[in-house]
């Protein structure tokens, strides 16, 4: 997505809200993504040390995001932009719980939106792969998002 105009929003749900994490908690960002990943065999980050986890979040580059509805976390989201100009929704998902409530469009409209926000975004993308919900690649299209490459394996 290479401009604010392209998106193409789907409103918050009544109840869901959505909060910036401002300071930073390696062990909330390691939580929420085994909790919205563990069903999507997110493994790649599991044999991470707390170390590791607290050099990603407490880096000015990186952004986290929580949705929470009637105190439930709901989901969450990422935003990575170690160039100062690329945003990446790096992680993005719902809790199993909230998984065809139509929270997902919602969720996803606000994290572009936080990405178009924050001072210096060029450009918003996301990658996708079949570790991830099989309506992911649709509702990225829905938002606006425009398939850049596609790879096997």
Known sequence: M??????KEKPL???LSIVECEIPQPQLNRFLYQLVGEDWNWTDLNAWTNA???A???QDCHRTWVAYLRGA???YYE???PDGVNTEIRYFGLAP???GQGFGGALLSQAIRSAWGWAGTQRVWVHTCTFDHPSALSNYKARGFEVY???LG
């Open 2 to 7: 290479n401009a604010p105009g392209q998106l």
């Open 13 to 15: 749900p009544g109840g």
């Open 52 to 54: 590791e986890w607290q």
């Open 56 to 58: 990603l979040v407490e």
């Open 73 to 75: 976390v709901a989901g």
């Open 79 to 81: 935003l990575y932009r």
């Open 97 to 99: 719980q909230f998984v």
């Open 149 to 151: 490459r596609e790879a």
